[in-house]
């Protein structure tokens, strides 16, 4: 099996069309065909059930498929990983994050770590909570910036950095306004904006929110930061944030009030995989990013 062969039954398996994939790959037609047809002599099974111009996945070809995408990541890191330690001040770090650590949290960090290492190079990711883990594990990257950290799954190692106050965000006008803060049961019967299922944030204010006797009743619902604080500019309702979100940014027409009772705080931290070391460069911004927000604490202390 050869590594040319694999990276072709790759590109033909995501595209199902063997022109398609040989115009990716900037080689003929014929030159894929005869591969596959020889990786499948080799293998003794049919990966593929062709159709005429196109083509699908056989049951035993579904099964090979991220086998072989495992393949070639675990080449594509130990090419990365001879190239960095060479010069790792000089590497590729890739990282995921979400919506609510992207508009201060990763870039404030990114900018401090490039002042020191201007020749390392990001490949960002940004998606969901479960998303972003995914990834982890299955070894499309290998660290992102989450909030809550995991601290209890088998397949990661979870590092907490800080922990954020959720606070609460009402338009300007709202008649708890100008309070200097607020307990949660005084929000059980207003309108809530929050983050769509499946987003680990809107987990969090239910939770809290349950505790307490109450379920909130959500009349909008966002599928990022700026979306939720879009709505409550908007006077469509009432909103529960990371404190962190809104730093640099608190939309025009509303105002952040403490949550006292009780405080709600979620944590924000780095997850790596459990099974796979960090490349070199990797590990020089993990532990950055420990040593930068623990300095950030104390000078805020």
Known sequence: MELRQIRYFIEVANREHVTEAADALHVAQSAVSRALKNLEDELGVDLFIREGRNVRLTPIGKVFLPYMQQAIRVIENGKQIIQEYADPDSGTIKVGFPSSLATYVLPTAISAFREQYPDVKFEL?????????????????????????????????????????????????????????????????????????????????????????????ISFEGEDIDSIKGLVSGGLGISLVPEITLIDNVPRSTVQIPIIEPEITRSVGIITPAERQLLPTERIFAQFLRDFFDRLEQFQK
């Open 125 to 217: 990711h940004q998606g969901s909570y479960r998303y972003l883990k995914d990834l982890v594990i299955q070894g499309d990257i290998n660290m992102a910036i989450l909030g809550p950290v995991p601290l209890d799954e088998k397949k990661m190692n979870g590092t907490i950095l800080f922990t954020e106050k959720i606070v609460a965000l009402l338009p300007r006008k709202h008649p708890l306004a100008k309070a200097t803060s607020l307990r949660l049961t005084e929000l059980q019967d207003e309108d809530f904006v929050m983050f769509q299922k499946g987003f680990v944030l809107r987990d969090v204010v239910s939770d809290a929110c349950m505790r307490l006797g109450f379920q909130p009743n």
